[in-house]
């Protein structure tokens, strides 16, 4: 890590040498990691649980507010169009993401926006202790994940943010069937129909009331 911190330094140092680090953003992520025990995975990544699913994002450069924090539901897949626009180009129609350089600049999310997003993981061989493969739709408030041997997980991300308690068992056929085909029609769409299907409105009966 030091060394880590040692390049960004030093890249933030010519930008600043060269009199374009005004005018320059920097974006700094991270793959994921290895789970070391967390919901009995070791050593592995390609889960869709939090710990695996979710990465830093830290960005800085024209427009954007110094130590201000979002709260959106973004993508990797929102990296290419988010470059380009900065860079004054058209993304090509084919992207699937969505540019976030409006809301790093303070723009209110629009209306429009990504009600989940897709993770998916696929499992080569039959190695025992690895996981089968997997799709899933991870929601500011659900995580919902379905895999190759039929089995489904759907947590509450409200009052489970560690998703230790699956309540796919207990929960309505009907709502697991539509976030199934939710799930399926995610995976096999592309560019404007996938920013379709990931906006549309959350199951209303998605958390029955108690």
Same mark, same amino acid.
């Given at each position: 890590?030091?060394?880590?911190?040692?390049?960004?330094?030093?890249?933030?140092?010519?930008?600043?040498?060269?009199?374009?680090?005004?005018?320059?953003?920097?974006?700094?992520?991270?793959?994921?990691?290895?789970?070391?025990?967390?919901?009995?995975?070791?050593?592995?990544?390609? &889960?869709?649980?939090?710990?695996?699913?979710?990465?830093?994002?830290?960005?800085?450069?024209?427009? /954007? #507010?110094?130590? &201000?924090? @979002?709260?959106? @539901?973004?993508?990797?897949?929102?990296?290419?169009?988010?470059? #380009?626009?900065?860079?004054?180009? &058209? !993304?090509?129609?084919?992207v699937d993401g969505r540019s976030l350089a409006a809301i790093l600049a303070g723009n209110p999310v629009p209306a429009?926006?990504?009600?989940?997003?897709?993770?998916?993981?696929?499992?080569?061989?039959?190695?025992?202790?690895?996981?089968?493969?997997?799709?899933? @739709?991870?929601?500011?408030?659900?995580?919902?994940? /379905?895999?190759?041997?039929?089995?489904?997980? @759907?947590? +509450?991300?409200?009052?489970?943010?560690?998703?230790?308690?699956?309540?796919? !068992?207990?929960? +309505?056929?009907?709502?697991?069937?539509?976030?199934?085909?939710?799930?399926?029609?995610?995976?096999?769409?592309? !560019?404007?129909?996938?920013? !379709? /299907?990931?906006?549309?409105?959350?199951?209303?009966?998605?958390?029955p009331a108690s």
């Open positions: 890590l030091l060394a880590v911190d040692d390049l960004v330094a030093t890249v933030v140092a010519e930008l600043e040498r060269a009199g374009v680090l005004e005018t320059t953003y920097i974006l700094f992520t991270s793959d994921n990691g290895y789970a070391l025990g967390d919901h009995r995975i070791m050593r592995e990544k390609g &889960s869709a649980y939090s710990e695996s699913s979710l990465l830093p994002m830290v960005v800085r450069g024209p427009g /954007i #507010a110094p130590g &201000s924090t @979002l709260d959106v @539901l973004a993508s990797q897949a929102d990296l290419a169009p988010t470059f #380009a626009e900065w860079a004054g180009a &058209s !993304a090509p129609d084919f429009d926006w990504r009600q989940v997003a897709l993770i998916e993981h696929a499992e080569s061989g039959n190695v025992s202790g690895h996981k089968p493969t997997l799709a899933a @739709l991870r929601a500011m408030e659900f995580l919902y994940t /379905i895999y190759n041997t039929d089995e489904q997980e @759907l947590y +509450d991300l409200r009052v489970d943010p560690f998703q230790v308690e699956n309540l796919a !068992a207990t929960t +309505d056929t009907a709502l697991l069937a539509a976030l199934a085909d939710r799930t399926q029609r995610m995976q096999t769409c592309q !560019a404007a129909t996938c920013r !379709a /299907i990931e906006s549309e409105p959350l199951p209303p009966n998605l958390w």
